[in-house]
């Protein structure tokens, strides 16, 4: 058979398993280092009582013939999507109907398979640096050209995230919007812990009116967001619901990075433009899709997900978040000490910090391993614009964090 040749223009490697790979390789040969992962955000703390609770109350229900379930709706079981419903968006003044959440196995599945919805030569926008899935996922799909010089992929508009614009870019002018179909927003950001403002995504969602865009809005972050006035929804936003789907997840929220469970919102206002040029609906799209590929996440999964909306599972999973937020605290405020420039970590699990000057974020991944023994994600990894940042996930043991702080002040003094 002939293969997919658009594969053979990504890297050999996702960004995560290379930095595996180093990571053991280094240790192999350096048994005796104590090293510390703060690369890869994945959460560390067990999961919450209330959680763990509700899977064994259902794991009890499979033994039994009579609540056993088979296969369940496609597109998650009503307690689930009802508490989504109340919790995340009602009680927050946010029109959401239950055929407009999908829950599914998670949001990189969801940001992956997206994509699928676009036309095959649809334009594709993202920021610089950003989420590798999101560029990835259309580099298969036949979206771009083979990768230039610069890492960057021709087909897509690349939109700069520097400090200048605090990371979080602002549509593209005009002329240089014209033909873009689909743009990827994450807030709070991963990589670079920035969250955008009620302005900020106000403009963008004039901005994707204006020129029939879709807005892919990632949320996965949404419960870290310490400030009240900050939007965590994209359809707190007036209009919205006709020009976004948003991407929520219970990985960080909630400890679910190797249980599984997301969900993605599809309003029915969306509407998109057919071969023909006549408006189709992106809902139904995706709910062909869900329906064809998709068999729904497992009963106990949605029964774990469904206690974190309970009173316990709201403040367990709060606790967690908050302890999460302070291992956040030290880092910036131990990195800012020993003189990086850091800026993340806020209203996100992720702390951005600049490399030395001359030091590529690769040559510091490097040298932060051998020197301190810890991992750290090389800010290059997440696109061109990266060069001369690095991630440090703020997801760990309190104790871990403490050390990696007084290991950066040791080798940094
Ligand atoms: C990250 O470290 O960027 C995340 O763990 C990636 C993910 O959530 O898939």
Redesign the pocket.
């Known amino acids: 058979m002939r293969a997919n040749p658009h594969f053979q223009k990504l890297p050999a490697g996702y960004l ?1 398993p290379e930095i595996g790979r180093r990571v053991r390789a280094y240790a192999a040969a350096h048994p005796e280092a104590k090293v510390i992962r703060l690369g ?3 959460v560390t703390e067990p999961l919450a009582p209330a959680i763990i609770g509700a899977m064994h109350a259902a794991v009890d229900e499979m033994a039994a013939r009579e609540t056993f379930k088979g296969y369940g709706p496609e597109q998650g079981y009503d307690f689930l999507v009802e508490a989504i419903r109340e919790h995340d968006y009602t009680r927050r003044g946010i029109e959401v109907a239950a055929d407009e959440i999908f829950v599914s196995d998670g949001s ?1 599945c969801d940001s992956g398979n997206l994509q699928e919805l676009f036309a095959a030569d649809a334009v594709i926008a993202v920021t610089d640096p950003v ?1 590798p ?1 999101y560029v990835d996922s259309n580099v298969m799909a036949g979206r771009t050209g083979a990768p230039g010089a610069d890492g960057r992929f021709p087909g897509l508009v690349y939109l700069p995230a520097t400090a200048a614009n605090g990371f979080c870019p602002p549509p593209p002018e005009t002329t240089d919007a014209r033909g873009v179909d689909v743009v990827y927003l994450c807030s709070p950001n ?2 670079t812990g920035a969250v955008m403002t009620r302005e900020q995504l106000t403009a963008w969602v004039a901005w994707a009116k204006q020129h029939d865009a879709l807005i892919v809005f990632d949320a ?1 972050y949404e419960a870290y967001i310490q400030d009240d006035a900050l939007p965590r929804s994209i359809f707190e936003i007036p209009g919205a619901r006709e020009v976004a789907v948003e991407m929520r997840s219970f ?1 960080k929220r909630a400890g679910f990075t190797g249980v599984r469970c997301g969900f993605l919102v599809v309003p029915k206002d969306l509407r998109a433009t057919g071969a023909g040029g006549e408006r189709v609906s992106l809902n139904a799209m995706w709910s062909r899709r869900h329906t064809t590929k998709f068999n729904g996440a497992s009963y106990v999964v949605q029964r774990g997900a469904a206690a974190v909306y309970t009173p316990d599972g709201l403040a367990q999973t709060g606790a967690q978040i908050a302890f999460y937020m302070e291992n956040a605290r030290i880092l910036r405020e131990g990195l800012a000490r020993a003189g990086f420039t850091v800026y993340g970590g806020q209203h996100a699990p992720y702390i951005w910090l600049e490399t030395p000057k001359g030091t590529t974020s690769w040559q510091f991944f490097d040298g932060l391993l051998d020197k301190a023994h810890l991992v750290g ?1 090389p800010g290059s990894g997440f696109g061109p614009q990266g060069e001369g940042y690095f991630r440090l ?1 703020a997801f760990n043991s309190r104790a871990n964090v403490d050390e990696a702080v007084a290991r950066i002040a040791k080798v940094f003094a």
Do not use: E, Q
């Open positions: 995560f890869i955000g994945d990189k989420y899935v991963n990589p996965a990985s994600t996930s």
